[in-house]
């Protein structure tokens, strides 16, 4: 079976975003981007399964600036087969993502899509379970643990109170958890190789998807800052500041 | 504006995280609640007690039994011809479930937020919380996630709500459950509790995580919490990631012991009214956000805090 792996382009995990003066958004100028991790688990996943025999085919996906190229020559470098840029320089909602996505499932009709949970930018949690709907697949969030046997997939959800395990129909939609593996570092000869493999390019339009924005950013702005404290000396004056503030045994 | 609210339960009690989102709805307007589930009869008549409650709509079959979101989503898609906003608490299963919902209506959903500003308007954290942003909706219906540490808890009395039967929906037969592990403790929630004590990757294992960081829980009886860095290396289950990505939290005094404090830890805990942080780096970021900092080594200070507290 085919794998559909969805990966987005974004501000590196590593830096700090710094908030734009004039309030419109976060400063992405001259700053490192990366995969969003979340998705890199997902390739990673997708990989696994290959090398389990149990994917055939693993197609990366984009949808975002030229320069989300790089990122899905990332993949490619991971071990994903080919893959798709649609190329567009608006920011495109998770509605609108999954309707992108649905376009291409109907036309590769992958076995699973494996997406990060969400994007550590935007931080909506939304396009795999909209992509679930628009579908009408089963979806397995928050994953931690995959595993296909025959025409169903278990998969082990980090749920708030612990782990729960849900066996869903193929074809199906998982996203990826923390937990649910450790991604590889590509090899240089594999970097090399990801140069030759195919890639598409498209557009939202391609698909009949309208990514007119349905929801408006008035403004973005710094969170309220905490301030430091005091450094006390020794544990006895912990326990008479934690006394005072009346917390005690 | 008719909003429906999800009730988040355990088969048997509603769960406070509920109480947060029937807060911001109540600011957008009427507030109706959806108990779906197998058997729930009684979270029903609990939930018909919350102050500010019209109506409650209770979905009781077997197929609702493990909050399905592809049995669940429909059903909540067809009483959203009858209101106008779907507010959910934004916890696994609120977020399992809201986006599928949104998609079925094809709206947007805004997730996590953390002020109504108006009855399209919110506030909501994006970049882990480093940056907040105020948005606006312009679909027909709203569906939303409430972050439960940003809006005051309802009150759990008080309401005379009426309860009505839902028979829509059933099951589509393309998802089961198989199974749960899920803690049992007699400890207080992660999301609710008023004291926390969490320990990170300076504790060098599960074993010094029982020994150092328990204790002092038992004690106050608080709440355990831990840092990715501690559930990466299986010192503690998931469930206890304090963080981005795992819980939010805003207890009355929160404790980081052996913890750095990473931006993605600090996302998850920089609400919480004290911040308490032991660790034997001075220059760890934990200390720019703590009000009381102890430089020291957590093994010797935290046994004797329990000893002293």
Not at chain 1, 160 to 187: F, W
Not at chain 2, 87 to 105: D, F, Q, Y
Not at chain 2, 202 to 226: M, N, Q, T
């Amino acid at each position: 079976m085919k794998i559909l792996v969805p990966v987005k382009r974004v501000l590196d995990y590593n830096v700090k975003p710094r908030v734009k003066s004039d309030g419109t958004g976060v400063d992405l100028a001259n700053v490192k981007m990366s995969m969003n991790p979340f998705d890199e688990i997902g390739v990673e996943e997708a990989i696994r399964l290959k090398e389990k025999g149990v994917a055939t085919e693993i197609i990366a996906v984009s949808v975002g600036p030229a320069k989300a190229q790089e990122t899905l020559r990332t993949a490619l470098a991971m071990g994903a087969d080919r893959a798709i840029l649609v190329q567009t320089d608006d920011a495109v909602e998770p509605l609108a993502l999954a309707k992108i996505f649905k376009a291409i499932a109907d036309a590769e009709q992958p076995g699973l899509v494996i997406l990060g949970k969400q994007a550590i930018d935007d931080d909506n949690n939304q396009t795999g379970q909209m992509l679930a709907a628009l579908t009408g697949w089963a979806q397995g969030t928050f994953a931690s643990a995959v595993n296909v046997e025959g025409d169903s997939v278990n998969v082990t959800r980090e749920v708030d109170g612990g782990l729960e395990t849900v066996k869903l129909k193929l074809p199906a939609i998982v996203t990826t958890d923390l937990r649910l593996n450790e991604p590889r570092y590509a090899s240089l000869p594999n970097i090399m190789k990801a140069k030759s493999k195919p890639l598409d390019t498209k557009s939202p339009a391609d698909y009949g998807v309208d990514t007119a924005p349905r929801v408006k950013t008035v403004k973005v702005s710094e969170p309220p800052v905490r301030s430091a404290g005091v450094k006390v000396a020794d544990v006895d004056e912990l326990v008479a500041k934690l006394k005072a503030l009346g917390v005690h045994s | 504006m008719k909003t429906l609210v999800w009730v988040e339960h355990d088969g048997s009690a509603v769960k406070d995280a509920t109480l947060a989102a029937v807060t911001a709805a109540s600011k957008l307007g009427e507030v109706h609640l959806l108990v779906a589930g197998s058997g729930v009869d009684g979270v029903a008549k609990e939930a018909a007690q919350i102050a500010g409650v019209g109506k409650v709509h209770v979905a009781d079959n077997a197929a609702f039994g493990h909050n399905l979101p592809e049995n669940v989503a429909p059903l909540v898609a067809d009483l959203m011809g009858s209101h106008d906003a779907f507010v959910a608490p934004a916890t696994t299963t609120g977020k399992n479930i809201a986006p599928r919902v949104a998609a079925l209506l094809d709206v947007m959903q805004i997730s996590e937020i953390l002020s109504v500003e108006s009855s399209k308007t919110f506030t909501r954290p994006i970049y882990a919380g480093n940056a907040i942003a105020t948005v606006e909706s312009s679909d027909a219906k709203l569906v939303l996630t409430v972050r439960g540490t940003a809006f005051e808890k309802a009150a759990t009395s008080g309401g005379s709500g009426t309860v009505e039967a839902v028979s829509a929906g059933g099951d589509t037969g393309i998802s089961s459950f198989v199974g749960a592990e899920i803690a049992k403790s007699e400890r207080p929630e992660l999301t609710s509790a008023k004291i926390i004590v969490s320990g990170g990757r300076a504790l060098g294992s599960s074993e010094k995580y029982e020994e150092v960081i328990v204790p002092l829980a038992d004690k106050l009886g608080a709440a355990l919490g831990a840092s990715r860095a501690a559930v990466d290396a299986g010192y503690v289950p998931n469930d206890y990631q304090v963080g981005q990505t795992g819980k939010i939290v805003a207890p009355q005094v929160y404790f980081a012991i052996g913890i750095s404090g990473a931006i993605q830890h600090l996302a998850g805990m920089k609400d919480s009214k004290t911040i308490v942080a032991i660790n034997k780096d001075e220059d760890a970021p934990i200390f720019q956000v703590a009000d009381f900092g102890l430089v020291a080594d957590l093994f010797n200070a935290v046994p004797e805090l329990t000893g002293k507290i």
